[in-house]
């Protein structure tokens, strides 16, 4: 089981490392390409009073290669009776998701938004034998609403609140055919699921600031599972840090380095019976699930501030510190490219 307070640590050191270096004669501008944040941060800044923002990201994952602890694994370990004695064991995980996103600010302080994204994920999969096979599943992910709440506004810097409630719109119920289930179909393992099945509180602190031609921000916040779902599990709690550095290229380019710290515990609970035997494959064991990652990421920001104002984005990042508990696939590295647009001013 994660230590809560580490977790919680983790996903406040971002935040605290940007409060730190940052300057005190910043120039805040929301019509700024550095005024956004990378593609990859949601809830990144509040609107003018009117404003109306519609938005859609694509995020490509990739995980290959299993991990435990701060050690890899070849797939040979995992399935090897000497090792950790599983049958079979994932090999790959290309995971793709779409998020729609709007926005609409009733007032300068308050921005209200809602997100739904679609997931589409496959895993390949090796028996002990050497035998392959994949799983898929895809389908409408968990809905997020919520609203960017100000709370000061200080040498045009500012602070806001993102209270987002995320809601268990999205499948766990996910089936497939595997080599072990006789040509039965069988409930997948929790990965391969599209949804939490509960609701979840996901409360953030937003920071940002400006000065000259350099910009910078900072997000700390969590997901907080309430209650169990419908099929006996709750996923763990999750706690990240990120910060980000950007800098004006042109009046419409911008570039960023961006650091994250994600911290996500072991899942509670276990599915019921009809689903993979635990003793199978790693992914099937609730208690394989949790672990932390550092990455960090490159950007770039292309916004025309006109009357219909939009913007282009672009965010890759790659690990540099994974500690799982495993066996478990490990992130190698994620793509995230973005549309914004803004309709009503």
Not at 35 to 52: C, L, N, T
Not at 259 to 277: F, H, K, R, Y
Request: hydrophobic share 40%; aromatic share 8%.
């Amino acid at each position: 089981m994660h230590d809560l307070t580490r977790s919680r640590t983790v996903g406040l050191v971002a935040l605290m490392a940007g409060l730190f270096v940052a300057p005190v004669t910043a120039q805040w501008s929301p019509s700024r390409a550095d005024s956004h944040a990378p593609i990859g941060v949601m809830g990144d800044h509040r609107h003018e009073k009117g404003e109306v923002m519609l938005s859609a990201r694509y995020m490509y994952m990739s995980m290959e290669g299993s991990r435990d602890g701060t050690t890899g694994l070849s797939d040979a370990d995992i399935v090897s009776p000497t090792g950790n004695d599983f049958m079979v064991t994932p090999t790959k995980m290309p995971m793709n998701m779409f998020m729609f996103g709007a926005m609409f600010a009733p007032s300068e302080r308050v921005t209200l938004m809602g997100m739904l994204p679609f997931l589409d994920n496959s895993m390949d999969h090796q028996t002990r034998a050497g035998a392959t096979f994949t799983t898929e599943s895809s389908g409408v992910g968990d809905a997020k609403v919520g609203a960017m709440i100000g709370l000061a506004d200080w040498s045009q810097q500012s602070l806001h609140l993102n209270a987002v409630v995320s809601l268990p719109t999205g499948s766990i119920e996910e089936q497939g055919v595997l080599p072990t289930s006789m040509g039965n179909q069988v409930q997948l393992p929790y990965p391969m699921q599209v949804g939490s099945g509960t609701v979840d509180l996901m409360p953030a602190l937003t920071w940002l600031g400006q000065t000259g031609d350099w910009s910078w921000g900072a997000q700390s916040g969590a997901t907080v599972r309430l209650g169990t779902n419908d099929r006996d599990w709750t996923l763990g709690d999750q706690f990240f840090g990120t910060a980000w550095w950007g800098r004006l290229l042109s009046r419409n380019l911008s570039a960023s380095l961006r650091l994250q710290a994600t911290d996500v515990a072991n899942i509670e609970g276990a599915d019921p019976a009809g689903s993979v035997n635990p003793a199978v494959v790693p992914t099937a064991r609730p208690d394989l699930r949790g672990g932390t990652t550092l990455e960090a990421g490159l950007s770039l920001n292309f916004y025309v501030p006109r009357a219909n104002a939009f913007r282009v984005a672009v965010e890759g990042l790659v690990p540099f510190y994974r500690s799982l508990d495993g066996p478990q696939l490990e992130r190698d590295w994620t793509l995230v490219v973005g549309l914004q647009l803004v309709p009503v001013r």
